[in-house]
């Protein structure tokens, strides 16, 4: 993106790589080419650790012979070389297994308005390397002057532009630019014996909508202070608050089992549950890939297919999957817009909010536990079980009462979606696959 000029423009590059393969005997062709530049920092203690500033070029591509498939990717785009890499990639289809399946999306009537998306920042690249070390120096050095913190894990800025262009045999041909930033800090408070860490970031596609260094620090601390001499507790059922990154953290594992790839796979609790309940009237899921502004949003996915609003879960009725190209004509459906790569991922993921405060839930509590951290693995995405180990804040009488460690919660995902008893009115995406502050109305918590 900011390197010397190319030889031919990405979109020219793509179109004769299209038209290259038809001739040399490939049925459908797809080319995405990626132009970026990337920087990020790492500081740690005030010094750097690591320095990463470069532009980089990339060209992959899927060719299909005969309904049988194959992939090549160059980081070279001159010409000569990536004809020998389509001519290679043919050859080699040609001994790939047979899939009726596979293919190309056909070519969409619609096409979405890029430029209302907003998803490029032009102040981006006026940034100066100097500005975004100064800012993760900072936010760590203000997260430091906190005496109750003991030490850091240190501070990160990134920021990322880049173009992509998307060219197939079927005749789609679009190209669009995206800016990402994010400023991070990870911290420990306690001594030796009862050292706790935790952090905080903020990540946006506009500089200016980034949290500032101040702010980023001040929240990484609360939330790692807040932890300092935690208790054990006995294991019991109780109610559990979600804090919005645990919930985040659920969806995700919702997304999992609604993902076209483990339905067909059979790998999810959620296969062949169209159109029944899974959860409460208070359980409402939306992938949305065309929110202006947000991480997860995109004008089309990986085969270009346009993005779309799609409901989910509607007030706990399961409605749809999500679904790539491969997916959609396995399960019989249409393509929800989701390939990402050779799978298929989220837009902007989320559980759409209540109307209740988080303080409010919180007072609502005579006992229970608020979540917010977890640790391990423990999802088991073909029955919904949940096991992991967390980190939480005791509540009694609606008040928090001290912080607890070394405890294991575990439920399963169908249990959760039917318990939800509140959910909060704190919606924030901080990532893609976001949700607000809920309450489940019991979870097993294992302690003592």
Not at 122 to 147: G, N
Not at 253 to 269: D, E, M, P
Not at 381 to 387: A, K, L, M, Q
Request: with cysteine; hydrophobic share 40%; net charge negative.
């Amino acid at each position: 993106m900011r390197g010397s000029e190319k030889p031919l423009k990405l979109k020219e590059l793509a179109e004769k790589l299209v038209t290259f393969a038809k001739t040399n005997s490939a049925d459908e062709v797809e080319i995405i080419v990626l132009d970026g530049y990337e920087f990020s920092v790492d500081v740690r203690l005030g010094e750097i650790e690591n320095l990463v500033e470069a532009d980089s070029r990339s060209l992959g591509l899927k060719v299909i012979k005969d309904k049988k498939t194959a992939y090549a990717s160059s980081s070279d785009l001159s010409l000569a070389t990536l004809q020998r890499l389509v001519k290679n990639a043919v050859e080699r289809a040609m001994l790939a297994n047979y899939d009726e399946y596979s293919g190309l999306p056909s070519l969409s009537a619609s096409q979405v308005d890029i430029s209302s998306l907003k998803l490029f920042d032009p102040q981006m690249a006026e940034l100066s390397a100097d500005r975004k070390i100064a800012m993760a120096i900072e936010t760590e050095k203000i997260a430091l002057s906190d005496k109750r913190i003991t030490n850091s894990h240190g501070a990160s800025f990134e920021t990322r532009e880049v173009k992509g262009v998307l060219a197939n045999s079927n005749g789609f041909l679009q190209e669009y630019e995206q800016t990402y930033c994010g400023l991070s800090v990870g911290l420990q408070a306690g001594e030796t014996d009862s050292r706790v860490e935790d952090g905080w970031f903020s990540a946006k596609r506009y500089f200016h909508q980034l949290e500032r260094p101040e702010e980023v620090a001040k929240k990484a601390v609360e939330r790692t202070v807040r932890q300092l001499n935690p208790r054990k507790i006995k294991s019991q059922n109780v109610p559990v608050v979600f804090e919005p990154m645990m919930t985040s953290w659920l969806l995700g594992f919702l997304f999992a089992c609604v993902s076209g790839t483990s339905i067909y796979q059979k790998t999810s609790f959620l296969a062949d549950k169209l159109g029944q309940r899974i959860g409460n009237e208070k359980v409402t899921v939306i992938d949305d890939g065309l929110m202006p502004g947000l991480l997860g949003t995109r004008p089309f996915d990986s085969e270009g297919v346009p993005s779309q609003k799609t409901l989910v879960i509607d007030k706990g009725i399961l409605r749809n999957y999500l679904c790539n190209t491969y997916a959609a004509r396995k399960l019989k459906l249409q393509s929800t817009g989701n390939a990402d790569g050779a799978g298929v991922g989220p837009g902007n993921f989320y559980l759409i909010p209540g109307e209740t405060s988080p303080e409010k839930i919180i007072s609502s509590l005579d006992k229970g536990l608020i979540l917010i951290r977890t640790l391990g693995h423990g999802l088991n995405p073909v029955t919904g079980d949940i096991s992991r180990g967390a980190f939480g804040l005791w509540v009694e009488k609606g008040e928090i009462v001290y912080p607890v460690a070394e405890i294991t919660i575990s439920g399963n995902l169908g249990d959760i979606l039917n318990k939800i008893e509140m959910v909060g009115n704190d919606l924030d995406f901080r990532v893609p696959v976001a949700g607000p502050t809920v309450l489940i109305q019991e979870l097993t918590v294992a302690g003592e």
